[in-house]
């Protein structure tokens, strides 16, 4: 090149004109990128500067063009990023006077190209021996081709020999950064060209099959099981996938799914991590209802304790005020009927505002005493918003259950552990069983 830059030198002072093909405010020819420098086409912000200058040279000599300034970065700035070796515009001050803050970012064409999925400027590069593994910035082209899900650049760099184990500054191999749906077809490129299935980051510990259960990813898990991934490994806070899959919030897609083919493949369902917790632990502090039906009909210890003496029914009851929308009095009804050893923490003050909670939890008992002070526990407001609930609950100091709660509570202690498949067996009306199961009414008799 006459300027003596090559497409697989990093970025420094300079743009080059694979970076104005998507930031510049009007795109330069393709044509203009094939030639490899851009040094005889002029800077589309009409400076009357070359687009070969310094990119710093350039901006101050059109600093006083703040809506041209803004227009170039922005789409930069929409990615998370700064552009390479450039400064960046501070806000108009008050006075009307434009600072520059410099940040500077090490790549290379070839990242950004992958970043962005350029797959024909990639290919471009490819043949004139860009280095497909160079990451002056910390992250090889690789990475940011699976990062991005762009499984046609991905497909290019290992063409090109890009090495599909290299690891980034963070100690992530490109298998770590599949994490999206999208992504499956980058996993399955790694895995043909030899990626190391249980190979595990420098940081967590994390193979590929931990990543896929925190981000529930059924297809990446079932392909990673498929190419011998270890159903068990172990992080470096000894989680295994299924102990990551049940921490994560109810509801995303293909969780429950996920769980059931990590069982099938052995996961051990009581796993415990470091601080001795479960994956039971950890969907019951996640009110997830779904994972912890499942894990209880496959053997989980019921009554686990972690290392705080924490049982699955006390995670349950925990985090229950913050959880309100998930409905946490299905994991804490759910808990009883299998067996759960009861507890009475202070859950008056700390799941006041989920009385369902207190219901289930109160109803699992044949008779507590209530005292007086109980509703000095719950918050004014929130004793007004649930006002039907704590009148009825109050209103039992110093009285006996009914007699139909008592039956319930005989009919509960002689099944025990079986309350969730033997009650469903009795030959009584369905509301009567739901009874028998705690599901809750709204009021206490």
Not at 52 to 81: E, F, N
Not at 232 to 253: F, R, Y
């Amino acid at each position: 090149a006459k300027t003596g830059f090559f497409p697989f030198h990093p970025s420094k002072d300079r743009f080059f004109p694979l970076l104005w093909c998507r930031w510049a405010i009007c795109e330069l020819p393709f044509s203009s990128c094939q030639q490899g420098l851009a040094h005889s086409v002029p800077c589309p912000t009409a400076c009357g500067q070359d687009i070969g200058l310094p990119i710093s040279y350039r901006l101050k000599s059109c600093s006083w063009m703040p809506a041209v300034i803004d227009a170039l970065y922005s789409q930069a700035r929409c990615q998370g990023r700064e552009p390479l070796g450039s400064p960046v515009p501070a806000r108009l001050s008050p006075a009307g006077l434009w600072s520059l803050e410099y940040k500077r970012e090490l790549s290379t064409p070839l990242c950004l190209a992958a970043r962005r999925g350029h797959a024909a400027v990639l290919r471009h590069l490819l043949r004139r021996r860009a280095d497909p593994d160079l990451a002056p910035g910390g992250r090889g082209p690789l990475h940011e081709a699976c990062l991005g899900a762009h499984t046609d650049c991905a497909a290019l760099l290992l063409q090109h020999k890009a090495d599909p184990n290299l690891r980034s500054d963070e100690g992530l191999a490109p298998l770590h950064l599949c994490t999206t749906r999208d992504s499956l077809g980058c996993a399955k490129l790694l895995l043909r060209h030899g990626a190391t299935i249980n190979l595990p980051s420098e940081d967590r510990g994390e193979t590929a099959l931990h990543v896929a259960a925190r981000h529930c990813l059924y297809d990446h898990a079932w392909l990673y099981l498929r190419h011998g991934a270890h159903v068990d490994a172990l992080s470096t806070q000894e989680e295994t996938a299924l102990n990551i899959l049940c921490g994560q919030v109810p509801g995303a897609e293909g969780c429950l799914q996920l769980c059931r083919l990590l069982a099938a493949h052995g996961a051990d369902v009581d796993a415990r991590d470091e601080a001795r917790r479960s994956p039971l632990h950890k969907a019951c502090g996640a009110a997830n209802a779904s994972l912890a039906c499942f894990l209880l009909q496959h053997g989980a210890d019921v009554n686990g304790i972690d290392y705080n003496g924490m049982s699955p029914l006390g995670c349950a009851l925990q985090g229950a005020a913050f959880k309100r929308d998930l409905q946490p009095h299905l994991v804490v009804q759910l808990l009883l009927n299998h067996g759960s050893q009861k507890i009475w923490p202070p859950v008056l003050k700390s799941c006041a505002a989920v009385p369902e909670v207190i219901e289930v939890l109160f109803n699992s008992y044949s008779q507590i005493p209530i005292s007086k002070t109980w509703a000095e526990a719950v918050p004014e407001e929130v004793l007004q918003q649930h006002q039907l609930f704590y009148e009825s609950l109050f209103r039992l100091a110093g009285t006996v259950r009914c007699l139909q709660h008592l039956c319930r509570s005989a009919i509960r202690d002689k099944f025990g552990s079986k309350c969730h498949c033997l009650i469903p067996l009795l030959p009584v009306p369905k509301p009567l069983r739901d009874y028998l199961l705690l599901e809750p009414e709204g009021v206490v008799l």
